[in-house]
């Protein structure tokens, strides 16, 4: 099966049909093999460029699932990973320290020893950690690459939350910020050592054209400081990830080469040899690659809106839920049998299975009328809707399939991770523990 679309509908009904979806399990994710792999190929034929060494990342925190990050491995690439956590995922699906980047605001000591212990490149985010990696080299030597990343400060895109180079962002060295580009200098000009420059200039909402400007600033100065080095100190251009996902249709738009033409041509230098590069898209490399599938439980009216009340709400589709103008997601009406329905489009609300009014992945949407046993598909949610599980009311973490679908249209899924259970539940929740005790008891009259 050749195109996206046509796998998707094939791995819905079977997933129907197979049961993947039953009492007890209401609510799947599904992640197209294929289409992950062809993601991946085409990420690396878009930067593939004679002369330059590239690794290409992905960002963990898209989808924290050993077996995801075993088959991204298995096509060459890395993980970038911000906790102590998600280094242990990367570790777990085989990633090798050469080709994990550790980049986090809040490392701490021990996060910094483990990662230069085993040799992963950490990008420092400011001073005070560049501080605290000086006094880990001086008491064992590593072979981690070291960088240090930096804030060009050019502007946000449509999602404040998603915008990593304000004047304000959280993230890395503010370039612009009086004096900092003199210390950038300085830290590079004291620690020989320091080898890697890392940006991040943004995510969904951030467009293309700002996000190349992020990387030509990180790119002269990183210049600066080869040419203040009188050497190539600098030798790897970290240049992050973030390229936005059309969430409106199946196209993948823009692609990887789009972004990668674009470099060439606003940043050429980049190119031509004398730097390495590192990229950590997330996203892109898995969004349109995956789907939530879930049963509608019941139908109902109100204030004559239909609306059906499903099993995936905002302890799956979090950031939709919570921020519906940010993050619309598609919806496809399934029947019974995981077919897409047809029929006249009826406004309606489709809601979660969460106790609160705002529990809605669609509003208002106009879709063929669903009815109780139906199913409902939220379609682009391959990043970021299976590793940012919201615990609201003891919902457990859905079960993911990985499926391949066979040129005669034959869907075989591969379990990617189990739901979470009742006992895993309860353990999350301090079962097992002993009760509070009245505090008259604990501390006596
Ligand atoms: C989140 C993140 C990424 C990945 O961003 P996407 O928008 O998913 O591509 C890459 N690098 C860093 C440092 C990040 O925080």
């Given at each position: 099966m050749d195109d996206l679309g046509g796998r998707r509908a094939r791995a819905l009904r079977a997933a129907v049909e197979e049961g993947l979806?039953?009492?007890?399990?209401e609510v799947v994710g599904l992640l197209d093999v294929v289409g992950i792999e062809r993601s991946a190929a085409a990420l690396q034929a878009a930067f593939a460029i004679p002369g330059v060494d590239v690794t290409h990342t992905f960002a963990v925190k898209a989808a924290s699932l050993v077996p995801v990050l075993a088959l991204l491995g298995e096509c060459g690439l890395g993980a970038e990973v911000a906790s102590p956590g998600e280094l242990a995922v990367a570790r777990a699906a085989g990633i090798p320290a050469e080709r994990t980047v550790l980049d986090s605001p809040a490392k701490t000591v021990s996060e910094l020893r483990e990662a230069l212990t085993l040799g992963v490149a950490v990008n420092a985010d400011n001073p005070q950690e560049l501080e605290r990696i000086d006094a880990l080299r001086a008491a064992a030597p590593t072979s981690s690459p070291l960088g240090l990343r930096v804030n060009p400060q050019i502007g946000g895109g449509s999602i404040g939350a998603m915008?990593?180079?304000?004047?304000?962002?959280?993230?890395?060295?503010?370039?612009?910020?009086?004096g900092a580009e003199e210390w950038v200098l300085r830290a590079y000009a004291e620690r020989p050592w320091l080898n890697r420059l890392h940006t991040h200039?943004?995510?969904?909402?951030?467009p293309l054209e700002l996000m190349a400007a992020g990387v030509r600033a990180a790119y002269d100065i990183a210049e600066r400081v080869n040419q203040a080095a009188g050497r190539?100190?600098?030798?790897?251009?970290?240049?992050?990830?973030?390229?936005p996902v059309n969430?409106?249709?199946?196209?993948?738009?823009?692609s990887f080469a789009d972004y990668a033409d674009l470099l060439r041509a606003?940043?050429?230098?980049?190119?031509?040899?004398r730097y390495g590069l590192v990229t950590e898209f997330g996203r892109s490399l898995l969004a349109k690659n995956g789907a939530v599938l879930a049963r509608v439980e019941y139908v109902k009216s109100a204030g004559g809106r239909p609306i059906a009340v499903t099993h995936?709400?905002?302890?799956?589709a979090t950031r939709t839920v919570f921020a519906p103008e940010a993050w619309p997601i598609r919806v496809l009406a399934l029947d019974g049998e995981g077919r897409e329905k047809t029929g006249e489009p009826v406004d309606q609300d489709v809601a979660?299975?969460?106790?609160?009014?705002?529990?809605?992945?669609?509003?208002?949407r106009a879709l063929p009328l669903l009815a109780a046993g139906d199913h409902v598909a939220l379609l682009d949610?391959?990043?970021y809707y299976f590793s940012n599980h919201f615990a609201y009311n003891s919902l457990p973490r859905p079960a993911v399939h990985g499926f391949t679908v066979s040129a005669a249209g034959a869907v075989a899924f591969t379990p990617v991770r189990t739901a979470q259970t009742r006992a895993e539940l309860l353990a999350e929740s301090g079962?097992?523990?002993?009760p509070l005790r009245r505090a008259s008891a604990v501390s006596g009259p």
């Open positions: 979806v039953r009492e007890g399990e915008s990593t180079a304000t004047a304000t962002s959280k993230f890395g060295v503010a370039l612009r910020d009086p200039t943004g995510s969904q909402g951030v190539p100190q600098i030798t790897v251009l970290d240049i992050g990830g973030g390229l969430f409106r249709s199946d196209a993948t738009a823009p606003e940043v050429p230098g980049l190119f031509d040899g995936a709400g905002a302890q799956v979660g299975p969460c106790c609160f009014a705002g529990d809605l992945v669609a509003r208002g949610t391959g990043a079962g097992g523990l002993p």
